[in-house]
């Protein structure tokens, strides 16, 4: 079949929209309708040429929600019609990975994927001369249909609006598996957030889901208050609105210090040790981070 698709030819250009020729599903695979899909942060680090594993000409996006088409032989999970959600780290629930109560990663695909291949290591798209067109993360949800493995979906019910269940694939669990998954954070805690964007969100989200009674979201733009508020957050720092030392200041609001910080910025950055009580754990990272000098 042929599909539309925003492609990556190269590093560093814009993407070109244009018909691709799709195959259709092989064993253990879905053929998806993407209905709407999010832009994440990671897409555009690949893009920009400074992801080490980006591969060109391939078709990004990783967020994503659309209907199953058809489902390849052996997919016993799915049918025809089901809502999902494209996962790029799959749950084949039968790895050493995934029976491992320490991480989800499953390794499944993961060789495969990482070379921008389906499981059988070869892709599904290509150019309509044939020149083959690489998956992105497993995912490549900035197409009008894409097919992925039934590993690699997530189905939901039928009444979720994909414009907002779309961001459940990365930012939405990110965010909030940072707080419950990683930090633990316990009730009556204290969290200091570094970056309001979808990540940050996501986190005031997870911290409000966890109990925290005091969430202060730190961000240099005043237009992310009334949504941070609506995901929980308590208060709100503009740090060019701080005379003197933001550390000092955030201590002071927060009566000593921080039992959580999350750095949701997108940036390497060592967050001071000071934002932390005595038995506070500070920096814990978001997302994907890339080095700015």
Not at 43 to 70: C, R
Not at 79 to 84: A, I, Q, R, S, Y
Not at 103 to 121: E, F, H, K, V
């Amino acid at each position: 079949m042929r599909t539309r698709a925003a492609v990556a030819m190269e590093a560093g250009k814009p993407l070109e929209i244009m018909e691709v020729n799709l195959e259709g599903p092989k064993a253990g695979e879905v053929l998806v309708e993407i209905k709407a899909t999010g832009i994440c942060h990671t897409d555009e680090f690949t893009l920009s040429g400074a992801d080490p594993e980006g591969l060109f000409p391939a078709i990004l996006g990783h967020e994503g929600a659309g209907v199953v088409v058809e489902c390849g032989p052996g997919v016993t999970s799915l049918k025809p019609g089901d809502h999902v959600i494209p996962l790029y780290t799959p749950e084949c629930r039968t790895c050493e990975y995934c029976l491992n109560p320490k991480t989800n990663l499953c390794q499944a695909i993961r060789s495969t994927q990482g070379q921008g291949l389906m499981p059988d290591g070869t892709s599904r798209f290509s150019m309509l001369d044939g020149t083959p067109i690489l998956h992105y993360m497993g995912c490549s949800t900035f197409a009008n249909h894409t097919v992925l493995p039934e590993i690699a979906l997530a189905k939901v019910r039928p009444d979720a609006p994909f414009d907002k269940i779309c961001y459940i694939g990365c930012g939405v669990t990110t965010g909030i598996g940072a707080v419950i998954n990683t930090a633990k954070v316990e009730i009556g805690s204290t969290a200091i957030v570094f970056g309001l964007g979808g990540i940050g969100l996501n986190v005031i989200q997870g911290l409000r889901l966890a109990g925290a009674d005091q969430i202060v979201g730190v961000d240099l733009n005043p237009g992310k208050i009334e949504m941070a508020c609506r995901f929980g957050m308590t208060d709100f720092v503009n740090p060019t609105e701080v005379s003197g030392d933001l550390v000092a200041h955030l201590v002071a609001l927060t009566g000593g210090g921080a039992d959580y910080t999350f750095d949701a910025t997108g940036n390497v950055v060592e967050c001071d040790s000071r934002l932390a009580t005595g038995w506070g754990r500070s920096d814990c990272r978001c997302g994907s981070q890339s080095r700015q000098d």
